[in-house]
Every structure is written in structure tokens, then in C-alpha cells.
């Protein structure tokens, strides 16, 4: 996909003035934060569930060489094909020569955000594969002339139902409904024989289990079963830090995931998948392909972002997130939205690249308090805002002021003066009103805002008058 | 060196760790313990809980003393919800009376023309009111999942209390899992438009389970 | 109880009365309170945008300048999240400026939790009358848990009633930096909170940090609300003096 991240802030301004965009933004709060918000009060004791996720995350990254090789032992030993890849153009490759090798002129995609991180759709199309989306979200936004998704979990969260519609009733020529189950129907009927006629199926994996050699996708649709059921290849494509250890790992993994991405107790499908067909079975894939993609993980295991490694996906931190429910999710540009993405995009495709991401957050910490591994997402924005100054990334104005600042600061006498003098010009702009309604380099501030006016004289000076 | 030596190696890099072969008796134990870990308290019966969560998730759920009165109760819920009385059914089931019970099911696994498709299942989860399959000669998949009426007939003493009880279940009866196992926990279902759920996206519009015992 | 009292940068240029009513109430409380002269900072701003040289600078005189007293407390979430949270992280390659970083934080408090938890404070000389409406700042909230200390002393005044906005956990917009950076996003959020909070119809928005008391009043007066007040609820619960 094509990198947008250094265009933030124009994306951000133009998807703050879309009205059609922030109705369907608007439905964020209503929904999923209530949503979740429901579920987390019916568990009881979430907070416990967090930290239990948190220490299986933890586990297995820090064992994860040991791990990923027990779960390629197993998974070989069930008749699977484990494949590794270092980059996104080697993943690529791998799932093109798999589809070329077993004459594969068809695609059946269930939802996999690895594969959108990879770009495998433009890899497949350019080999003359055709990949088709299956969940309806992905759907919508393929036939949109591959419109990225703006959410890992809801792909088409910025689009109203109206917008569903026209897009139907101009790609499909049915007639136009805005009914959201009408719409669905529709899309079943026309990705019903897709399903039954694609030569190999693709999904993502939410976790890999170690132990039983499995991958593990959480699904409410069907297509996902459908695509790992009916065709005869299955390829499963993720990033090597999904590896979990056992089943019962992934049993308290699955009570944190879907309440925290949509507020469900369990999502309405969890397919383990181990191995291809047998003989003597009637469905299956003949041959099951499991792709283990690297593409800047172990760069993250190595250095200060690890954390950001236990992520399972679930976007409640997208969810939460001030920012991202006022500009939405294509103000990030890539792959990755909201806090996870000011530290995934970053650091996977680099902070040149990426310049405005690690700021473009207020540090709330809205994020961190509803990740159900915990991971301190803002200390993590942090520290790449702290590489971005070690790397001279930060605009020459901000370092200067800071530098004035922090120079300043440190010496009371010359601070106690600069603040009198400001604080008297500042009163002085603010007039009879004591509102400063411009001011010179705030114009990001006074463009929404006016500046209240201070009293006039510092906190400093008036006590040491009062002291007298 | 090949894709797999250079990403290990730069894993190992990162956790400080040496060539292999390593010490694998730390993970070897986690996996062969597989501990439980956290679950939510147990305050409710099995079956009542199980019952009131597939409900909860939009499936309809009946009850029948015996396997005998199944075709019965599989004939009332076509009719009085206007279905049509022909489907497939799994193998296992073949032998009850669906003809006397005025229903035409056909012992093979689901077309994408089959419009009823009747399952039993290997355990159900009451933690979450969760039908589990597991992929098998004698189980296609394809019937709980084509067909846009989906009924389960499920043995209440299969109904386990929590997940972890199903993965105790698998292991303890079959070694280790088959080639796929299924969490099925109502008809299929999306949010993707307005976040409105919305039922029957591509599996079934609706799920019945007629509990016998 | 010999208590030093923690001005914050922005009280201290923008808002003295904010100060003064954190002095006044910590004295009737029963404290002695002293200002150290040469504070300034408390590192904040640059610790944020990754200038992690000068918030240890800056860090280090605070460490210097409030050492030897019972407590140390900021009318401010943000300046006490920064020293009881950020302090010790920032010294974690220095033992002996991490053990008296950890010292401090441990005697550091945001003035509402100190009014309560400490000090236990019966009754507040402040005497506010009218309906309030509580922002909860974010710093505060989720790194210092500021949430039931201010609500409890606003009920102590009995001419105020409180009027709780939705959302008010959602953050304001502020985030320092970010609202001269991200000027329209901080706008927009900005703008919701007020929203939120004049759907109440509180005669004012009272919260426990500046920061976000200038943005919220900022975006407030631009609306054209000249009538609802903004004020900190150090000067709620201090009342007027001089």
C-alpha cells in the first residue's frame, strides 16, 4: 500500500470537514466503546483478564525462537507447508509461487491486515491471479477500486449505508437499497459461488498455537470457513509474533479479543486449523501453506517498542482514541490506524516516512487503558518522539522553542524576567476583553481559539509581594 | 542462509540468545502442563447457561427427551417457520425416522443448493453457548455451514462448562486435534455497514439446536 | 507537616490566583507551606516531544529544589503525573538520582488527593454557589487515578451543585504541543468538550488542570459563550481572597 503518513495533518483537516465521514465516525462512540464497554462490565474482573493476557503475550515472545520452531515442528508433522519470509516482497512471492505452482486462477481472501501490509492483492493481480475479498467490509472496498480500509477490525467504518448502496447499485447494476441486511444478502449472493469455485483460499491468522501445530482465525461472517474449507489450497499468511503456546493460552486470548474489538463474548466463528485434508474426508484444502512473515518484527523484538509485540488486533485502541474518532482511519495512510499505527507504521516503514504519526496524540492514554495485553502505547509514542529528536525529525521551530524553553528553565533569575515581560504582553494583546483572539506562531491555537489573557503579573512577583 | 535461519537468528539476536540448540525444557513444560488460566466464576448450571447464551446469540434452542423424537421436532420448527422440508443431514443421523416425520434428508454433505443442513456436534461450550465440530469423514463441514438453516442436535451430557474443557475433551479422546475444529456460536452475522448487526452474511440466517437427554 | 508547594509553569504565568488558592487551602488544612523560589519547570513539555536531555535537566533542579519537605503539591495532574510517573523512568540509568527520584515521588501529590487522602480535609473555606460541571483531566486521571477527590470536596460546599457532562473522561484536546501542532484536530475536540459541558448548564467548568482549562475556556469564548465560567477547583474550593 502506499505510503501517506507524512500527509496527516492535510487528511486529518479535510476528514474533519466530511460530514458524510464523521456521521459514520460519530457511530464509534455509540457503538463500539458501549459495545465493549457492556462486555468488559458482564466478564466481571477484566482487569485481572488483562494482565493474564498481558503475561501469555509475554511468554511467548520471550521464547519466541523456541516457540515458532515447536510450532513449525508440529505443524510439518501434520502434513502442513511452513514458509518463511524476511520481507513483504518475499511473502509475496511465496503465495504467488504457491498459487502458480498448483495452476490457482482464483483467490478467496478472508480478512488478513498481513496481507494488506505485504500489498498480496497487487502482487497477485500482477501474476494474473484474482484475488477476491470475502468479507463484506473487504468487499465493498475492492470493488471501490481497492479503497484501503480505514479500521483492522471494521474495514469500512467510515461509510454510511447510503454510501453501501450506491456503490452496489453502480458496481452490481441491482437495484439501489440501503437496508444494511438487504445490502448483505446481495453480497452473499454474488460471493456464494466465488467461494464455491476458488481454487485457493487466503487467510490471515489471529494466533498460532505452538503446541498443536495450528493456526487460529476468529471469524462472524462464514466466509472465513468458507475459504479455508471449500478450496483446495488454503494458504494461512501472518506475522511470526502471533505464536501463542498452548490451547488453554489461547482460550484466555480469546475472552480478551472479541470483547475488546466488538464487545462480543466470543466472536461467532474460531477456526484451528491443523494440517491439510485427510483422505478419507470429504472437505478440506489438499494442501494447507502456513507463510511466517518477519517484515520489521524482529527489528521491534530487538529494541524499545517490544511491547507493541503482544498486539492481538483488536482495535480497541482505534476505538477509544480521541484522535481517531475525529479524523478517522485513512488520516494515517497506511496500513495500520489510530495509536497502534502511530508506533506499528513508524517503525515498520520508517520514521521519515512517518514524520507527523508519533505526534499526532495527546497522550491521553485512553489507548493503554483499554488494551486488553496493556501495552503503555503512549510511552511507546513517546520514545519514538525521543528518536525522531535524536534523529533530527523534529521541525526547527519546535526544536528551537523547546531549546529557549528548556535554556530558560533552568535559569530561575532570566526566567522570573522573561515570564514578567510575557505575561504583561500577553495581557496587554488581551485587552479590555482578557481574550488574545490572534497570536503570533500559535496560529494552530488561535485559529479555533481565542487564548484567555493572564492576570498580568506572575505568581512569582505577587508572592514575593505579598511576602513583603 | 535461507529466509528461516536469518529471522531465527535475528530473534535470538534480540532475546540474547546463543545459537541453538537451546534449552527447550522451560517451553516443553508450559506446553506439556498447559495450564488453565483465567476463566470467569462458574455461577451457573451447564446446560441453563449454555441454553440462555446460544439464545442471547440469536440461535432458537429446544429441548426432546430422546434422539427417537428428533425428526418430530425438526419437522415443527421447518413448518412453523416456513422453510422447506428437504436437507442434508451428517451420516450419523441417517437412521432416524425423517420420513415419518414427513422431512426428506439426504445422507451427504452440503451443496450450495441445500437450503436446510442438519449436524450434530462434537461437544457444546455453556461458557459461551458454542456448538464444536470437528472436521472428520463423518462430519462435513460443509453442512452447518452452507445451507441457510442450520439445526444442531446436541447430547446434554456433552456440554462442558468452559473452552478449556473442549480442549481437554479433544485430547483425552482423540490425541490431538483433526484438521479443523469449529466454534459455532449462532447463525452467521456482520456489523461492517453503520456497525449494524445484521444476521446471515455468508454462513447460515439461523441456527436451531434441539438438546436431547 | 512542612509542605512545598509545586506552582506549575502555567499557574505561575498564566493564572496566579490559581496558586494562591492552592496555598490557602493547604493552610487551612493546618500545613506549613513554603515556595521554592527558583522553580520553574517540571520538564514536562520536553519530556513529551522527546527532548529527553532537557527533561532530566529540568528534572534534576526539581529534585534539588523540593528535597527536604514532608510533601510536595501541584494544583495540577500533569505536573504531578509527571514527577510521581515519568521521574523515576527518567533517572532509571542513575541509581542514585532514581532512589531520590522515587523519593519524591513518592511525597508528591496532586492538591485534590492530598486534600483528601492525606490532609482529610472536614470542610473548605470556599464558598461557590451555583451548578459545576467537573472535567476529569487526562494525566490525572489514568497516571495519578484523580477521579472521586475532587468530586468529594466539591460536595463539601454546600451552595454547589454538580452536574456530570458525557464524556467527561474524553480528553479536551490539549495534549500540550499538539494543540498548536494538530490545530484543527484539537479544535474539533476541544469544541466536543465544550459541547458536553454546556449541555449541562453548569454555571462552570471546573477542572484540576490549567493546561486544559485554557484550551476548554479558549474554544468556549470562541463559541461565543462569554457567560460560563472556567475555573480550577482550587479557586472553587478556596473562594475568593483579597
Not at chain 1, 470429504?282 to 530487538?302: E, M, W
Not at chain 2, 461437544?123 to 452447518?144: H, I, K, M, N, Q
Not at chain 3, 533517572?91 to 527520584?101: M, N, T, V
Amino acid at each position: 500500500m502506499h505510503i501517506r503518513s507524512n500527509e496527516f495533518k492535510a487528511r486529518a483537516a479535510a476528514n474533519l470537514g466530511d460530514a458524510k465521514l464523521q456521521k459514520g465516525l460519530g457511530l464509534i462512540k455509540v457503538k463500539a466503546v458501549v459495545n465493549r464497554a457492556n462486555a468488559v462490565a458482564e466478564f466481571g474482573d477484566f482487569e485481572t483478564l488483562r494482565e493474564a493476557g498481558k503475561q501469555i503475550r509475554n511468554r511467548a515472545l520471550a521464547d519466541l525462537d523456541l516457540y515458532l520452531e515447536r510450532f513449525e515442528r508440529e505443524a510439518v508433522a501434520r502434513g502442513a507447508v511452513v514458509h518463511w519470509a524476511e520481507n513483504a516482497a518475499e511473502a509475496c512471492r511465496i503465495v504467488v509461487n504457491i498459487a502458480r505452482e498448483n495452476g490457482v486462477k482464483t483467490v478467496a481472501k478472508s480478512k488478513s491486515m498481513v496481507s494488506e501490509e505485504i500489498g498480496l492483492n497487487e502482487a497477485l493481480i500482477e501474476a494474473g491471479i484474482e484475488p477476491i475479498e470475502t468479507d463484506l467490509g473487504e468487499y465493498i472496498l475492492q470493488i471501490n477500486d481497492a479503497e484501503p480500509p480505514s479500521h483492522i477490525v471494521m474495514p469500512v467504518i467510515h461509510k454510511t449505508a447510503e454510501d453501501v448502496a450506491d456503490l452496489f447499485h453502480e458496481k452490481h447494476g441491482t437495484p439501489r437499497k440501503t437496508d444494511p441486511a438487504a445490502l448483505t444478502r446481495e453480497a452473499r449472493e454474488i460471493l456464494r459461488p466465488k467461494f464455491l469455485s476458488a481454487d485457493m483460499g487466503v487467510s490471515g491468522a489471529n494466533f498460532l498455537i505452538a503446541e498443536t501445530g495450528s493456526t487460529l482465525i476468529v471469524t462472524n461472517e462464514g466466509n472465513g470457513r468458507l475459504c479455508t474449507t471449500l478450496p483446495r489450497l488454503h494458504v494461512a499468511i501472518t506475522g511470526i509474533e502471533k505464536v501463542v503456546p498452548t490451547l488453554e493460552d489461547v482460550s484466555t486470548l480469546l475472552r480478551l479479543l472479541p470483547r475488546s474489538a466488538t464487545g462480543q463474548a466470543i466472536t461467532n466463528y474460531v477456526s484451528l486449523h491443523t494440517g491439510p485434508k485427510h483422505i478419507d474426508e470429504s472437505d478440506g484444502p489438499q494442501q494447507f501453506h502456513i507463510v511466517l512473515v518477519d517484515n520489521g518484527r524482529t527489528k521491534l523484538l530487538a529494541g524499545e517498542m517490544r511491547e507493541m509485540l503482544r498486539c492481538i488486533r483488536c482495535g480497541a485502541c482505534m476505538n477509544h482514541c480521541p484522535v481517531y474518532q475525529a479524523v478517522g482511519g485513512h488520516a494515517w495512510g497506511w496500513v495500520y490506524p489510530g495509536p497502534m499505527g502511530n508506533i506499528l507504521t513508524p517503525s515498520y516503514v520508517g520514521l521519515e516516512k512517518t514524520v507527523p504519526l508519533p505526534n499526532a496524540t495527546t497522550l491521553c492514554n485512553q489507548c493503554g487503558s483499554v488494551c486488553p495485553v496493556k501495552i503503555p502505547l503512549p510511552d511507546l509514542m513517546r520514545k519514538l518522539r525521543e528518536e525522531q529528536m535524536a534523529r533530527g525529525l523534529k521541525s526547527w521551530p519546535e526544536r528551537l522553542g523547546l531549546a529557549l524553553w528548556g535554556w530558560a528553565a533552568q535559569r530561575p533569575a532570566l526566567y522570573a524576567l522573561g515570564t514578567r515581560i510575557a505575561a504583561r504582553v500577553m495581557k496587554g494583546l488581551g485587552g479590555a476583553e482578557k481574550l488574545i483572539h490572534r497570536l503570533p506562531l500559535a496560529a494552530g491555537w488561535t485559529d479555533g481559539r481565542d487564548f484567555p489573557a493572564p492576570a498580568g503579573k506572575t505568581f512569582r512577583e505577587l508572592y514575593r509581594e505579598k511576602r513583603k | 542462509m535461507s529466509a528461516r535461519e536469518n529471522i531465527l537468528g535475528r530473534v535470538r539476536n534480540a532475546l540474547n540468545r546463543k545459537a541453538s540448540p537451546a534449552d527447550t525444557a522451560h517451553i516443553d513444560a508450559h506446553i506439556a502442563a498447559h495450564p488453565v488460566g483465567m476463566q470467569p466464576p462458574r455461577d451457573w448450571e451447564p446446560e441453563l447457561r449454555f441454553r440462555a447464551r446460544a439464545e442471547a446469540l440469536a440461535s432458537t434452542v429446544e429441548k426432546v427427551s430422546s434422539l427417537q423424537a428428533v425428526p418430530d421436532a425438526v419437522a415443527r420448527y421447518l413448518v412453523v417457520n416456513k422453510l422447506p422440508t428437504s436437507g442434508v443431514c451428517w451420516p450419523g443421523l441417517r437412521h432416524l425416522d425423517w420420513i415419518g416425520a414427513g422431512l426428506g434428508m439426504e445422507d451427504r454433505p452440503a451443496r450450495g443448493a441445500d437450503l436446510v443442513g442438519i449436524t450434530g456436534c462434537y461437544c457444546a461450550v455453556a461458557e459461551t453457548g458454542t456448538l464444536v465440530f470437528l472436521s472428520g469423514p463423518d462430519t462435513p463441514a460443509a453442512t452447518s455451514l452452507l445451507p441457510e438453516t442450520h439445526i444442531a442436535i446436541v447430547d446434554t451430557a456433552r456440554i462442558v462448562p468452559f473452552m478449556e474443557d473442549a480442549w481437554a475433551l479433544v485430547r483425552a479422546e482423540r490425541g490431538r486435534p483433526p484438521r479443523a475444529v469449529n466454534f459455532v456460536s449462532g447463525p452467521s452475522r456482520t456489523a461492517d455497514i453503520e456497525q449494524t448487526v445484521t444476521m446471515g452474511a455468508h454462513g447460515p440466517y439461523r441456527v436451531h439446536i434441539i438438546l436431547v437427554g | 507537616m512542612r509542605v512545598a508547594l509545586f506552582v506549575t509553569c502555567l499557574a505561575d504565568l498564566m493564572r496566579p490566583s490559581v496558586a494562591f488558592a492552592a496555598l490557602r487551602l493547604l493552610e487551612h488544612g493546618g500545613c506549613t507551606v513554603e515556595v521554592p523560589q527558583t522553580q520553574t519547570c517540571c520538564g514536562q513539555p520536553a519530556y513529551n516531544s522527546g527532548d529527553r536531555a532537557t527533561a532530566i535537566a529540568l528534572a534534576r533542579k526539581v529534585l534539588d529544589e523540593f528535597e527536604g519537605f514532608d510533601y510536595v503539591v501541584a494544583p495540577s495532574g500533569s505536573c504531578g503525573g509527571m514527577v510521581r510517573a515519568h521521574y523515576p523512568e527518567l533517572f532509571r540509568d542513575d541509581p542514585a538520582l532514581l532512589a531520590r527520584s522515587e523519593g519524591l515521588a513518592a511525597r508528591t501529590y496532586e492538591l485534590t488527593d492530598f486534600l483528601v487522602n492525606v490532609l482529610r480535609l472536614d470542610s473548605v473555606p470556599g464558598n461557590f454557589s451555583g451548578t459545576v460541571t467537573y472535567h476529569d483531566s487526562c494525566s490525572g486521571l489514568r497516571e495519578l487515578n484523580i477521579k472521586a477527590q475532587p468530586r468529594a470536596l466539591l460536595a463539601k460546599l454546600p451552595g454547589v451543585k454538580l452536574a456530570e457532562m458525557k464524556e467527561a473522561e474524553t480528553c479536551c484536546g490539549f495534549g500540550g504541543t499538539f494543540s498548536l501542532k494538530f490545530g484543527a484536530v484539537s479544535t474539533q475536540l476541544a469544541d466536543n468538550k465544550c459541547g458536553n459541558a454546556c449541555a449541562t448548564e453548569a454555571d462552570a467548568i471546573v477542572g484540576g488542570d490549567l493546561g486544559c482549562l485554557l484550551n476548554i475556556e479558549g474554544r468556549l469564548r470562541r463559541r461565543g459563550d462569554r457567560k460560563t465560567q472556567v475555573l480550577h477547583i482550587a479557586e472553587v474550593l478556596a473562594g475568593q481572597s483579597d
